[in-house]
């Protein structure tokens, strides 16, 4: 020998060594199986070569592991740099040293997991002691001779890589395949192979003996990657099958280090062995032999060649591609649509073509059924792929060359496939096999024209795939009458439907199109995913097409679809509208859908009510429903949108109250957005628009006594509201006043003040000041005319008493054909209204007594009765409104403040008027005929004093004033009192007795009449008959016609 060894003690003898000490071994390592060796390098090695006598001692000592000087045995580094001495010299014998350094390796490995497990032994890690310094990483002693065997073999790559790289590389990756398979959950530090690649990858990655042999494969790859790296990526995917999962960190580390060459080689070997083993579509061997039998396992995981031990690389190359699908996604879609294109391209539609090539297709597919990580890669851009009409006509033509069978199990892939797509991809997907399977119409624009076969072959895949989501859904576990609030069904994910969770809206929207089938598939996919995703996604479902229907039709689906889902969802109904009037109030849901969402809402309501035709056991679960819901309507009466706030209000018109009482929030919020409803639509479309509104506001009068007295509360203080009184020809307060600016310098309130404290009070006590205008700048502006008509003005009048007398109406049928000048009206009803009109009018009033005072008090409620004439003389409609109560007697006896003041105005006016006639105050002549007259009607003056209007035209103002006065006095002694009436049967109604009053029939109030009559007996003299007391025993008789 030409160095002397050290005497360390010699480990086993290796099995390579001890298989080789025969004379077969010799000449086995003699003659090597492979590429002839290359002339070995002179870098690192002996001063000079070796002579034949020193060679045959180094092959002796290294088949029998002992020294031929020494005697002993060979330590593991000295039989380890025997082995690299012959690689230099003797190239042949490579396949035998590279069988020994497998067990240097192995060594390497075992002693440094288990000085790693030693350390981790001695106690926690804050407590461990430091890993020694004498003790390598690699073992003792062989860190070096790995380092050796390193720049040994890199040497031979570097200076023949054709001869040594690959058969390195295939050594090296094997070896790596064997420690971690081997060493895989025998070490406490080993994690296992299904925990986390990243400490699989740290722990490797630290030991030098599999770090070396990573750097290895990886020089060789890089020395062939530009001429032919198939054999380095061959022997990768062999290992891959053979020791996967354990063999998955270097698959991971290769990839990342190689990503453009580990995935085109690697689809490439795929595609090669998938030609032989996985049969489909493939040829077996010549380009004209028939292409072999399928399987029928649509996953062959077995050798599809006769007599082949062989795995098939499929599944090394899914788990491969897996690994690098997370960082290299676009270099892996890339690579997966150039193979698509390029078999489309090249591929001839025959039978003799490259078998290759036709099972290319069958290929990709049976990679994403195995692969979901690689499906999810390319759904994004498949559509885009398949969207030129050219590619698909490629397509059909490509498979034409299978047979029916080979079809039908693409096709179930396919379906397969469709079913997991995930992402955004899915619903684009979704969308391409619709438009590709819609039928050909004469729109259909120029150059997207599809052949019928591929439309028929779309068609038939969206039924084979909604067939198959039938099955997935309604076989998840749960139970058809599992409800919405029950325990949730076993998750059994369908990436497909969970993809289209965020497209609902846009699959109602094409469903509502009502295209031919695009709609059948469209609403059918919409009751699958309504059932997988439930409870969220059924009330969205329903709530859009509800939103969206704009015809019978269009409905129809919206109720079709709930008698799909009404058996697999309780309750779906009140999520629905919930989820819906949410989105309003949240201001998600347009205005235009939000009105067409409750005019649907009223439609099917209307059906239900009126027992057509329509779906009446949906319209009766809406009803009740949108009753649930009255505390979020109500606001939609005050929609800014005015559509909105008319739908609202029609279908609350409409709709059924919960059963008992309505809670007085809810019912007050209700009357209130109600009446503010019939004001704007009588302000928007006048009489014919408001006919929802007052239905609504009857049918809430109806509910409850409490009801019906804040409608009517609300009805008059809306019509008296200054904003409302230009609707029934009053004026606004303030509204149309333009004082013009002074000149001069502002007024001083101190000044004033001081003029008003330095006079001299009167004997009529405190001043009262009447804001009649502004000193030194004249009296107010008279009020800028109405801008209605009178007819207009008229219209609307009787429609708001119309709609009082409704509520006002006594609920017997009996009155139900008289005229409203004699109704059956309530006399707590009309009472309601008389209180909120002394409210309205005069609030400091209200509580006063009934009792009227003597004439003299007039006098120190002046300001007030001035007051209450002037607001007569804005509003007309007050007078109205006082027919009204009159026409329900005792209830005009609560506005007796309001007659009392206005009669005091009216006599102030009489009394300071110097007109020979009344024509000239036309004003207060109508008042003061309206005022005997309605309180003739209520019964408050005898029929003799209450015809005494009809002459008031024809009277000077002083006598007019004279007989006001005569009817305060009257009044004054026959106050109006309820207690005066008394219920009469016969005709259903409270009436008065002035017979049973002492002079109640007139009696010396006549007199002043009577002396009037006279005096203008020329004129008057044929109304002298209508001012007659006649005794009760004696009516007069009404002359015959």
């Known amino acids: 020998m030409r160095q002397p060894r050290s005497a360390a003690p010699a480990p086993a003898t290796p099995p390579a060594a001890a298989a080789a000490g025969s004379g077969p071994g010799m000449s086995a390592l003699c003659d090597p199986s492979g590429p002839p060796a290359p002339p070995a390098p002179a870098t690192h090695g002996p001063a000079s070569p070796l002579s034949a006598q020193e060679l045959a001692q180094e092959i002796k000592a290294f088949l029998t592991g002992v020294d ?40 390497s490995v075992r002693t440094h997991l288990a000085t790693l497990d030693d350390v981790a032994s001695t106690g926690p890690q804050h407590l461990r002691p430091p890993l020694p310094s004498h003790i390598p990483s690699g073992g003792p002693g062989l860190e070096d001779v790995i380092q050796e065997v390193q720049q040994v073999l890199s040497e031979f790559i570097r200076a023949n890589p054709k001869a040594w790289a690959p058969v390195v590389s295939a050594w090296s990756i094997d070896l790596m395949g064997q420690l971690s398979s081997k060493y895989s959950g025998r070490h406490q530090r080993v994690p296992h192979a ?83 083993h996985g049969g489909a579509g493939g040829g077996s061997g010549g380009a004209g032999g028939p292409p072999p039998t399928p399987s029928a396992d649509a996953f062959p995981s077995t050798a599809a060649v006769p007599g082949e031990k062989r795995v098939p690389k499929i599944a090394s190359v899914v788990g491969i591609l897996g690994h690098l699908a997370s960082r290299h996604g676009d270099s892996i879609r890339r690579e997966l649509l150039r193979m698509f294109h390029e078999s489309l391209a090249a591929g001839s539609g025959v039978r003799g073509s490259d078998p290759s090539l036709q099972a290319t297709v069958p ?44 079809l039908d199990n693409m096709l179930s892939l396919a379906v397969h496939l469709v079913s997991q797509a995930s992402g955004a991809g899915a619903y684009r997907l979704l969308q391409f096999l619709v438009d590709t399977a819609m039928p050909a119409s004469v729109i259909t624009p120029p150059g997207l024209a599809v052949p019928d076969a591929v439309r028929e072959a779309c068609d038939r895949l969206i039924q084979l795939l909604l067939l198959h989501l039938q099955k997935l859904v309604h076989n998840r576990g749960g139970s058809p009458g599992d409800g919405l609030l029950g325990p949730p069904p076993p998750p059994r994910p369908v990436p497909f439907l969970d993809a289209l ?3 609902v809206g846009e699959l109602c929207g094409e469903t509502l199109r009502l295209e031919r089938k695009r709609f059948l598939w469209q609403h059918q996919l919409l009751g699958l995913l309504s059932v997988y995703t439930r409870p969220s996604c059924g009330p969205e479902a329903l709530g859009h097409l509800l939103s969206r229907a704009r015809t019978p039709d269009e409905l129809s689906l919206a109720t079709q679809l709930f008698a799909g889902l009404v058996v697999s969802l309780s309750g779906l109904l009140p999520l629905t509208l919930c989820s819906c009037l949410a989105r309003v109030h949240a201001g998600t849901l347009l205005p235009p859908f939000t009105a067409r969402l409750l005019r649907n809402l009223t439609l099917l309501v209307g059906w239900e009510q009126q027992g057509g035709e329509g779906p009446t056991a949906l319209g009766a679960r809406v009803g009740e429903a949108v009753s649930a819901q009255l505390p979020d309507l109500a606001p939609l009466l005050l929609h800014p949108e005015e559509e909105v706030a008319e739908a609202a209000s029609s279908l609350l018109a409409i709709c059924p109250f919960p059963r008992g009482a309505l809670l007085p929030a809810q019912l007050l919020s209700l009357v209130r957005a109600g009446v503010s409803r019939f004001f704007a639509s009588l302000r928007l479309h006048g009489p014919p628009g408001v006919s929802s509104a007052s239905q609504l506001l009857i049918r809430l009068s109806q509910a409850s006594s409490a009801g019906l007295k804040a409608v009517l509360q609300l009805l008059v203080e809306g019509a008296l509201h200054r904003g409302n009184t230009e609707l029934f020809g009053g004026e606004g307060e303030g ?36 804001h009649a205008g502004v000193i030194g700048r004249g009296l107010k502006p008279p009020r800028s005319a109405q801008s209605r008509s009178a007819q207009e003005v008229i219209y609307n009048t009787q429609s708001l008493l119309r709609l009082l007398v409704h509520c006002c109406s006594v609920s017997s049928g009996g009155a139900a054909g008289d005229c409203w000048a004699a109704p059956a009206l309530s006399p707590e009803a009309a009472k309601a209204v008389a209180v909120t009109l002394v409210e309205s009018v005069c609030p400091d009033a209200a509580g006063a007594e009934l009792a009227w005072p003597p004439e003299d008090h007039a006098r120190s409620t002046v300001e007030r009765d001035l007051r209450i004439g002037r607001r007569f003389r804005e509003h007309p409609l007050l007078f109205e409104l006082l027919k009204l109560v009159a026409a329900a007697p005792p209830a005009l006896c609560y506005c007796s403040v309001l007659l009392r003041g206005l009669l005091a105005a009216l006599l102030g006016h009489w009394e300071a008027s110097r007109h020979l006639d009344t024509s000239q105050s036309p004003w207060q002549l109508e008042a003061s005929c309206t005022l005997v007259a309605v309180m003739a009607e209520g019964s408050l003056l005898p029929p003799t004093l209450g015809n005494m209007h009809e002459v008031f035209s024809q009277l000077a103002p002083f006598e007019v004033r004279l007989l006001l006065l005569s009817v305060w006095g009257f009044l004054r002694e026959h106050g109006p009192l309820p207690q005066k009436f008394a219920f009469q049967p016969e005709k259903g109604r409270f009436a008065r007795d002035f017979s049973r009053e002492g002079g109640g029939a007139g009696g010396p109030h006549l007199a002043v009449l009577h002396s009037v009559l006279h005096r203008n007996i020329d004129r008057l003299g044929l109304f002298s008959g209508r001012f007659q007391a006649w005794p009760a025993s004696a009516p007069p008789q009404r002359p015959a016609p």
């Not at 740099?81 to 060594?107: I, M, N, Q, T, Y």
């Open 735 to 770: 509204g149309n006043e333009n004082v013009p600016p002074s000149s001069s310098a502002s007024a001083y309130l101190l000044e004033t003040n001081r003029r008003h404290t330095a006079a001299v009070p009167g004997p009529g006590g405190v001043w009262s000041v009447f």
């Open 194 to 276: 299904a925990g986390s690649l990243n400490e699989l990858l740290q722990l490797w990655m630290g030991c030098r003996a599999t770090r070396t042999l990573m750097d290895i494969y990886v020089q060789c790859l890089s020395a062939l990657i530009g001429s032919c790296p198939d054999a380095c990526v061959d022997a990768l995917l062999d290992t891959s099958v053979q020791h996967s999962p354990h063999f998955d960190w270097v698959v991971a580390h290769i990839g990342s280090s190689f990503p453009g060459t580990i995935i085109s080689r690697v689809l490439s070997c795929g595609l090669k062995d998938f030609c032989v």
């Open 501 to 503: 969770r965020n497209h």
């Open 363 to 406: 290929f990709l597919l049976q990679l994403a059924v195995m692969s979901p990580a690689l499906l999810g890669t390319v759904s994004g851009e498949l559509v885009d792929c398949l969207k030129p009409p050219s590619v698909l006509s490629q397509l059909q033509q490509h498979l034409q060359v299978f047979s029916r069978e080979e």
């Open 68 to 107: 031929p000087v020494l005697g002993h045995q060979l330590s593991t580094r000295d039989h380890a740099r025997c082995g690299l001495l012959l690689l230099r010299s003797l190239p042949p014998a490579r396949a035998a040293v590279l069988d020994h350094l497998r067990g240097v390796f192995d060594e």
